[in-house]
């Protein structure tokens, strides 16, 4: 789905500004939601659905919704990013077991790559600038993006 890699990509990198514009229009005194309010907890969902069976940029699709909904540092929308992709995986993992055939050796690749990905990406994360990390993240997220629109 090039489409939402695209959009993701898009929200990322206007993360700072997203968020600026959303401060300003929220009234003076007026109640923050610090969950994300519905549409967040309606973006993760449907994130989560098209992850767990797709998983291309669910990262980066993740960290766009939470990175314009709340109010919280990039390096901890990332950890909490990379938690709720391995939970959705896991998921999405064990439905597999039983519903679908797949290649075992696939699987073993796909699974060391993720877990070797999640721990260097957490301890080198958190060392980041807010600014540092998510060029990485636009970066990556534009290679996966063209990865998709070539294959």
Sequence with gaps: MPVLVSLALVLVACQPLISKWVRRRRPAGGP???DGGPLLFTGLTLASVYGGY???AQGII???LMGMLLDDTLQRLNAVKNVLAAVVNTVAAVLFLF???FDWTAVL???VGSALGGLIGARTGRRFSPAVLRTLIVSVGTVALVHL???
Excluded: K
Aim: hydrophobic fraction near 60%.
């Design 32 to 34: 923050v939601r610090r």
């Design 54 to 56: 797709f998983s291309a």
């Design 62 to 64: 993740y960290v766009s």
């Design 99 to 101: 519903f679908a055939e």
């Design 109 to 111: 690749l796909i699974a």
């Design 149 to 151: 629109v070539l294959h």
